[in-house]
């Protein structure tokens, strides 16, 4: 990793702390936090309920695809063709991970930021054709590691 934007790891186990989901399908918002200090030994699961259709399987597949490292996979491209305006995932190791869409778009293009604290680790602009494909991405600033150098690192 380039000098300056190296992230802080400790030894804790890596578990989500919170998600924070801005207009999922253009209309639902959520924040949900992991209750409790997982480090202490309390409980780390999260469990989704609620009504068909309000997003519990959407934000599974989010996680899923949004901290994958494969550039091949397919993974910018679900998160692409996704309807939501942010999207932020926050580990217990400090570090989270955000993909934020430009103005009022809900699909297609996406910034993703690593962040731990409020230093930008790294960031990607994602830019996807009609079909939701991911046909390029800029990274930013241009000494810092990519994103998907750090997601494949194992670090996050």
């Known amino acids: 990793m380039a000098a300056g934007h190296e992230l802080s790891l400790t030894n ?21 936090r992991l209750d409790g200090d997982a480090s202490a030994g309390q409980s780390k699961l999260i469990i989704f309920y609620g009504d068909n259709g309000c997003g519990k399987t959407t934000v ?6 949004l901290l994958a490292h494969g550039s091949q996979s397919g993974h910018r491209a679900f998160v692409a063709r996704t309807s939501f305006q942010s999207f932020t995932v926050e580990l217990g190791n400090g570090i989270s991970v955000t993909a ?18 409020a230093q930008v680790v790294s960031a990607a602009t994602f830019i996807s054709d009609d079909n939701g494909k991911v046909k390029s991405r800029r990274e930013s600033p241009s000494d810092s590691p990519s994103v998907l150098e750090i997601l494949g ?3 996050v």
Request: hydrophobic share 40%; aromatic share 12%.
């Open 12 to 32: 804790a186990p890596l578990y989500v702390r919170r998600i924070i989901v801005k207009k999922l399908f253009g209309q639902y918002s959520y924040d949900l």
């Open 60 to 65: 599974l597949k989010l996680i899923f695809h």
């Open 100 to 117: 934020q869409r430009p103005a009022e778009k809900l699909t297609g293009d996406f910034r993703m930021e690593i962040r731990q604290g």
């Open 153 to 155: 690192s194992g670090t």
